[in-house]
């Protein structure tokens, strides 16, 4: 089993920065693809941000291109998401997930106007 735990959340001001950072535990060996996801008050989950956890290559929703950059470090078993450019419609719950198998408690974003 993976366990993931997210932190870096809270409230910032529009045209804001954050950095999320997930710490991974349990099989890191077994991770192939790490990422982010969100979800907004009545709103489903949705894509964010993905990664693949060796080779490093990424992907991102149309929303957040040119905005968010998901990186690793798979020395310290960590993936950051670093939000720059903020806007209230990024208001969310943001959640790690490992393998879209196991996920995180999720962190509490509320960007303001």
């Known amino acids: 089993q993976v366990q993931l735990v997210e932190s870096g959340g809270g409230l910032v001001q529009a045209g804001g920065s954050r950095r999320l950072a997930c710490v991974i535990s349990?099989?890191?060996?077994?991770?192939?693809?790490m990422g982010w996801s969100r979800q907004a008050p009545g709103k489903e989950r949705e894509f964010v941000a993905d990664?693949?956890?060796?080779?490093?290559?990424?992907s991102y929703a149309d929303s957040v291109r040119d905005r968010f950059t998901i990186s690793r470090d798979n020395v310290k078993n960590t993936v950051y998401l670093q939000m720059n450019s903020l806007k209230p419609e990024d208001t969310a719950v943001y959640f790690c997930?490992?393998?879209?198998?196991?996920w995180g408690q999720g962190t509490q974003v509320t960007v303001s106007s």
């Open positions: 997930n490992s393998d879209q198998r196991y």
């Open positions: 349990g099989r890191t060996s077994s991770i192939w693809l």
């Open positions: 990664i693949i956890w060796s080779g490093g290559s990424t």
